[in-house]
Every structure is written in C-alpha cells, then in structure tokens.
C-alpha cells in the first residue's frame, strides 16, 4: 500500500486554527486531502491530529483517522519525523500493509496532485530513500548579509561576498509540503530525511509558498487564484 500522512494538530499560534481555516472557499485542510486522493499514487489518504473537529473535517473531504495523536505528539516541539514515524508503527502494528508513505504538511494548498505522482514516481525510479519538493534560493545564499549589533553591514561568507552570483554554487530549500519515503526508511530512528540517498523534486518559485504569517496567507490566496485562473499552456 501507498499511504499519504497528513499531520495536522489543532495548535497553531501565528495562524489560529490554520489547518481547517477557510483558504479560498475550502478549509486548508481539504487541499492536500483532495490532491493526494487525485494523484493516483497514493491508495489511502490518513490524518494524524489531536484535534476532534480536525478529525471531522479530514473524514468529511475522503481521509481516514483511525487514532487520534497522542498529547505528547502534539506539542510545539515534536518533530515531523516523530509523528510519522508513530503513525506508521500504529497502522502495521494493527494490519496495514504499506511499502511507500508520504508525508504532506496540512498547509500545502499549491500542492497538485501531479506533483505527488512525480515525485512518487522518482522515489521508484532512483531507488532513494526519500524524495522531496525543494525550490532555488533566488539569491545566492554566499552573498548574504548580517547587521551588527551596532547597525553596520557583515557579510555572512567574506569569501564570497566579491564573487559573481554565476561562479557561486547553487543552492536549494526545502519546500516545505511533501516528503516521499520508503517505510523501511521513515522507520528507522537513526536515519535523516536529508542523507546521501535523497532526492530532490525541484519546484518553480511559483508553487512553493510557506504560510506561517497572515502576510504568507494572502500570498498563497493571491498565487492559487492566479494559477486556478491562467488558461493552460
């Protein structure tokens, strides 16, 4: 089995309620729900919350939640991986047969479900462990700045701060929405997301918003507009 895990508490501080705050018509939730059902590489769709109304809203849109998430996964401090890792334990230990699992944040309304099946599909094809949506820095990162504490101008590499974008090494960032791992690989405590045999699925600038902020908000509003209104190319 192909299983997608969406983590989802009721706590969020900057945005109260984010995960089922209503984001151009639909809870938030509902989006990641709708695309990895629509991917076609994804055969069960499951919400790990701590949250009852949380629960409701994942049934409503086609997710299963078989548990709710235990209080000390639910906190300010647990990581991602942890709760994955928990999720996956729970359903083997109760029967579930699965090979590939993704994890897809709840606030990822720009996520398609293509983008799933890409990535899916270039977890299989180069046998990784993991396979995540990352983005370009559109700056270099080498020619970044820091400021005093007396309000001058530090570079953050002095080596590099001369040098021309073009003679820099790219660099890339997570992504921040969707992480495709082998079950072997997301259950194995000792092992990181980002090692040697993990992929990148690279996204254009487009498609990748954080939203952390009310500001981060409105742009990701503004960007699904924009592309659910752009006539196809």
């Not at 942890?82 to 699965?98: F, H, K, N, Y």
Request: aromatic share 8%.
């Amino acid at each position: 089995m192909r299983l997608a895990i969406i983590p989802a508490r009721g706590g969020s501080k900057r945005i109260p309620r984010k995960n089922i705050k209503l984001f151009c018509g639909q809870p938030m939730l509902a989006y990641p729900i709708q695309a990895a059902l629509d991917s076609g590489v994804v055969d069960k769709v499951v919400v790990s919350t701590d949250d009852e109304e949380i629960a409701d809203i994942a049934l409503h849109y086609g997710a299963e939640v078989p548990f709710l998430r235990p209080a000390e996964l639910a906190d300010d401090h647990t990581g991602t991986t942890e709760v994955i890792r928990d999720t996956l334990q729970r359903l083997l230990a109760s029967g579930w047969d699965i090979s590939h699992c993704a994890c897809i944040y709840a606030t990822t309304p720009l996520l398609s479900g293509a983008t799933i099946r890409l990535a899916y599909e270039q977890l299989v094809s180069t046998q990784a462990d993991y396979v995540f949506t990352a983005a370009r820095f559109s700056f270099p990162i080498q020619r970044a700045l820091l400021q005093s504490k007396q309000g001058g101008v530090i570079p953050f590499d002095p080596q590099s701060i001369g040098k021309r974008s073009q003679d820099l090494a790219e660099t890339f960032h997570d992504a921040g929405q969707l992480y495709w791992g082998r079950s072997e690989a997301w259950l194995k405590a000792s092992q990181t997301l980002f090692g040697p045999n993990t992929k990148m699925l690279v996204l254009p600038h487009h498609l990748v918003q954080d939203i952390d902020t009310p500001d981060d908000w409105l742009r990701a509003e503004l960007l699904y507009r924009l592309l659910k209104q752009a006539p196809a190319s």
